[in-house]
């Protein structure tokens, strides 16, 4: 019988794996988008059963994170409280259209903020997309192996 302790060091050795290539994908240059994909990490690896991280969930919630984020990221930053301003309300419109559309994923608002602090660019789009979709990937390839920690 498998050891807890022994699902524990696989399960995070085989995030850290998935986040290097992920971060290889995405480039440092848009570092602020790697701390939602690292938080989905987390979800898939340690919480695989939980309904966050179903492929639809992640894909979803990050597609709208992204949209949410780019809508904002157009405001003019002027000022400090405009940036601010903008950096809350897409992180309020993540969180509405994801649950509108029950694709519930936390760290997907993390990706509406960090999209608003970056600046929309093709490499963010891709870096979300490519991200988002090799964390589901290794999920759903996974995830008859995975247990929850």
């Keep these: 019988m498998e050891s807890a302790i ?7 050795l085989l995030a850290s794996f998935i986040m290097l290539i992920t971060l290889y ?3 440092l240059e848009h570092a602020f988008i790697m701390v939602s994909m ?9 919480m695989p ?12 919630g ?3 994170g ?24 897409a992180v309020g419109l993540s969180i509405i259209c994801m649950t509108l559309t029950k694709t519930h994923h936390p ?5 509406a903020l960090a999209v608003v602090l970056t600046g929309f660019s093709i490499k963010v789009l891709l870096g979300v997309i490519l991200g988002s979709a090799l964390l ?3 999920h759903h390839a996974l995830r008859r192996y995975l247990k929850d920690l």
């Design 49 to 60: 059963n939980s309904p966050t991280a179903k492929p639809k969930n992640i894909l979803g």
């Design 107 to 111: 760290p997907a608002s993390g990706t």
């Design 6 to 12: 022994e699902h524990y060091f696989v399960q995070g």
């Design 66 to 89: 992204l949209l949410s984020g780019t809508l904002f990221s157009l405001v003019p930053r002027l000022q400090t409280y405009l940036l601010v301003l903008a950096c809350s309300l």
């Design 136 to 138: 589901s990937l290794t």
């Design 62 to 64: 990050h597609m709208l």
């Design 25 to 27: 994908l995405i480039t």
């Design 38 to 46: 690292g938080a989905t990490a987390f979800i898939i690896f340690a």
